[in-house]
């Protein structure tokens, strides 16, 4: 836990470094999303399968330059391996940012755990890790049909509360 805080403490001081802004230019209305797998495959084929959804991507090197990247830009999915610049799952950088972050700010990102240790659309697991949905790895090739599936019962979920937040000028 202490090498989190140091890692996230680290890069929160850092100066301000424009080579660490994701994008340049990012239309309204463009999605965007975050990828943190270390294994090419898996990461080409979740590339693949945003990219034909018309996503924005980004890919992260390791939880240093993840997190450099989130400094400046709020992305709208993040799809994160448990093990992604770790050994132990248990204690993943990047997974104790996104559940440090304010609420209202997490609310906005939609993330997703690759594990092999729980199976997809755990629902338990998704609320004990954090996050919005959980996929096994061995379910990689359905990925797009589980992501679309899991966002839409998110979708479903904040409706009203988001139109809520529009109509009281919060977002």
């Given amino acids: 836990m202490e090498e989190q805080k140091t890692l996230v403490n680290d890069v929160a001081a850092g100066g301000y470094n424009s080579s660490d802004m994701p994008f340049d230019f990012v239309e309204e209305g463009t999605q965007t999303v975050l990828i943190c797998e270390p294994d090419a495959a898996v990461r080409e084929k979740i ?62 990102t939609f993330v997703i755990l690759l594990t092999e240790r729980f199976r997809s659309s755990d629902n338990m697991a998704a609320f004990n890790k954090s996050v919005n949905l959980v996929i096994n790895l061995t379910n990689v090739d359905d990925f797009a049909a589980i992501f679309k599936r899991g966002l839409a019962d998110h979708n479903a979920f904040y409706h009203v509360f988001k139109e809520t937040l529009k109509k009281m000028g919060k977002i």
Avoid: C, W
Wanted: glycine share 2%.
């Fill in 47 to 108: 590339v693949a399968d945003m990219k034909s959804s018309g996503y924005r991507i980004t890919e992260a090197a390791n939880a240093r330059d993840a997190l450099k990247k989130n400094r400046f830009h709020v992305y709208d999915v993040v799809v994160l391996n448990e093990r992604f610049d770790t050994d132990n799952p248990d204690a993943n950088d990047l997974l104790s940012y996104f559940e440090a972050l304010p609420m209202a700010t997490r609310r906005q």
